[in-house]
């Protein structure tokens, strides 16, 4: 699944951050948001660069917390005044067994 980042524009506002395609993302639950206890962060090391989109965060939420999520950077387009992120997050099952 690709999606776009929010908040790019007030997080990454005049920066590059280096961002490169497969740079792999990690995606923390905000419980304590004042604004929607349903957020979840996209970091890239130890830096936010943004938010999954408030209409997607409950679903991935569930997912964080019963499937096994994987996410990357898939391109990072825009302009130094409004940065644009887009994500590949791998969604599996938890406990899935690879064939060999």
């Known amino acids: 699944m690709v999606m776009e980042v929010a908040g790019t524009r007030h997080l990454l506002i005049g920066t590059t951050l280096g961002l490169a395609p497969d740079q792999p993302v990690s995606l923390v639950p905000e419980p304590d948001n004042q604004y929607d206890p349903a957020a979840i ?15 997607q965060a409950e679903t991935v939420g ?24 887009f994500i590949f997050m791998s969604v599996r099952p938890k406990n899935e067994k690879m064939a060999a």
């Open 41 to 55: 962060h996209v970091c890239a090391g130890d830096r936010c660069v943004g938010y999954v989109n408030r209409l």
């Open 62 to 85: 569930y997912w964080l917390d019963a499937r096994t999520v994987s996410a990357s950077v898939y391109r990072m387009n825009g302009t130094l005044d409004n940065p644009k992120l």
